[in-house]
C-alpha cells in the first residue's frame, strides 16, 4: 500500500518499478521508494512502505501476517 494515500500501488497487475528499475513507483501518483528500506524518495509519500516478511515452501511464497499487516476479514 502506498503511504501517502494507502492504496494498491499497481497499476497493472504486480507490476511497481520505475522504468529505471531502481526504484518502486506507485502508478496512481508517482511517489517512489527505496526497494531495500521501503524509505520514501519523494516529498509526496510521508510514510514508507510496511516490510512484509515472506515464506517460501515447495515453490509457492506466502506472507506473514504482522500487528501492521492483517489478512482482510469480510464484515459479512
Same mark, same amino acid.
Given at each position: 500500500?502506498?503511504? @501517502?494515500?494507502?492504496?494498491? *500501488?499497481?497499476?497493472?497487475?504486480?507490476?511497481? /518499478? #520505475? $522504468?529505471?528499475?531502481? =526504484?518502486?513507483? =506507485? #502508478?496512481? @501518483?508517482? !511517489?517512489?521508494? +527505496? &526497494?531495500? $528500506?521501503? #524509505?520514501? *524518495?519523494? &516529498?509526496? !509519500?510521508?510514510?514508507?512502505?510496511?516490510?512484509? +516478511?515472506?515464506?517460501?515452501?515447495?515453490?509457492?511464497?506466502? /506472507?506473514?501476517?504482522?500487528?501492521?499487516?492483517?489478512?482482510?476479514?469480510?464484515?459479512?
Amino acid at each position: 500500500l502506498c503511504g @501517502h494515500l494507502g492504496i494498491e *500501488m499497481d497499476l497493472l497487475e504486480n507490476q511497481f /518499478w #520505475a $522504468t529505471s528499475r531502481t =526504484c518502486i513507483i =506507485c #502508478a496512481s @501518483h508517482g !511517489a517512489l521508494y +527505496d &526497494p531495500q $528500506t521501503g #524509505a520514501s *524518495m519523494t &516529498p509526496i !509519500a510521508k510514510k514508507p512502505l510496511i516490510k512484509i +516478511d515472506l515464506l517460501e515452501e515447495n515453490h509457492k511464497v506466502f /506472507w506473514q501476517p504482522t500487528y501492521q499487516i492483517k489478512p482482510y476479514v469480510c464484515p459479512i
